[in-house]
């Protein structure tokens, strides 16, 4: 019986389910290539790195906390790999050092909001800044070209059968253990309850500081992770590396929360919201409109999502998404 209530509730809350369908079938009649083997392995691929970080940025969200760092933490990293490996290290070694500073990055962001009690967004804003100074302080401004041995690319640029991505593949595997883990463990039901209300979750029994700081935490690690995509796919550092995908992961945290748990960012969402947007820009790509669109298109969405989160919450008085 409770099966057929979560698929009842699914039906119910089905707006993003329909308009990916329409968009699809939109952009497959005004684009012959948009359906072709080629260009759905490309927005697979694309996808990957945005939405690794977009299941982290779910999980900080789904406790009520934030982060703005992400897209310069994930720039830093990457031009870190490169030049350590240009330098001779061990791509595999730069790869797992990679997943560890970003475990250590996310571990800043909890000590300065968990533990200091900084608000996330201020602390987030902090940290960004940071970040994008060192960046720019590495590497002068300009993009960091290095050699690199050819199978390094194989994570961010291979495939398997010749159209399915590694990194895809990697993506659909860090997306099913973060569902099972938010959707079907004791972690994942202790992150709601803090979320929802961290007051109430303390009186009951449940650490919120500890859910808090390991949710950071988690997210750092998909950090990592995404950074060893885009250091495999781009084998360059330029200065602007991870600002591409700030807004579109963000997007996504919004979107998603109208769908599956309306009001309240979910994995499940997120994952649908970034296909979603995914599928927006290689569209609008096909059809030859200006890239700049694609952020005008984004923050349409956001608005679009709050609106529809507020007046949701509003009604049912809920708890609101931040």
């Not at 919004?254 to 994995?267: D, E, Q, R, S």
Request: aromatic share 12%; charged share 10%; net charge positive.
């Amino acid at each position: 019986m409770a099966n057929n209530n979560g698929i009842l509730k699914i039906l119910k809350n089905r707006e993003l389910l329909v308009m990916a369908f329409l968009l699809i079938i939109f952009f497959s009649i005004t684009s012959n290539r948009f359906l072709s083997p080629s260009n759905i392995s490309n927005v697979l691929m694309n996808i990957s790195v945005s939405g690794i970080l977009a299941l982290g940025l779910a999980l900080v969200m789904i406790n009520g906390d934030f982060d703005l760092s992400f897209g310069s933490a994930l720039g830093l990293l990457n031009l870190f790999i490169l030049m350590f490996v240009d330098k001779g290290w061990n791509v595999w070694v730069m790869f797992a050092l990679a997943i560890v500073g970003g475990i250590l990055w996310g571990m800043l962001n909890a000590i300065l909001v968990v533990q200091i009690k900084i608000h996330a967004f201020v602390a987030t804003i902090a940290t960004w800044t940071m970040c994008r100074g060192f960046i720019y302080w590495i590497n002068g401004g300009k993009t960091f070209y290095g050699k690199y041995p050819d199978f390094m690319t194989i994570i961010g640029r291979g495939t398997v059968f010749g159209y399915i991505p590694i990194s895809s593949i990697i993506f659909i595997g860090a997306a099913i253990i973060v569902f099972l883990l938010a959707n079907r463990s004791k972690f994942g039901r202790y992150i709601y309850a803090v979320g929802s209300n961290a007051d109430a979750a303390e009186y009951v029994g449940i650490n919120s500081k500890r859910i808090r700081f390991t949710s950071y935490l988690l997210q750092g690690l998909l950090i990592g992770l995404s950074t060893v995509i885009l250091s495999s796919k781009l084998t360059s550092g330029p200065a602007t590396a991870g600002d591409g995908f700030q807004m579109t992961v963000i997007a996504s945290a919004f979107l998603g929360a109208t769908v599956f748990k309306p009001g309240l960012v979910n994995i499940g969402g997120s994952i649908l919201g970034i296909l979603l947007l995914s599928i927006i820009e290689n569209g609008l790509i096909m059809l030859g409109v200006p890239f700049y669109f694609k952020y005008i298109v984004q923050g349409l969405i956001i608005i679009g999502a709050v609106s529809f989160i507020s007046l949701k919450n509003k009604r049912s008085e809920g708890p609101a998404i931040l």
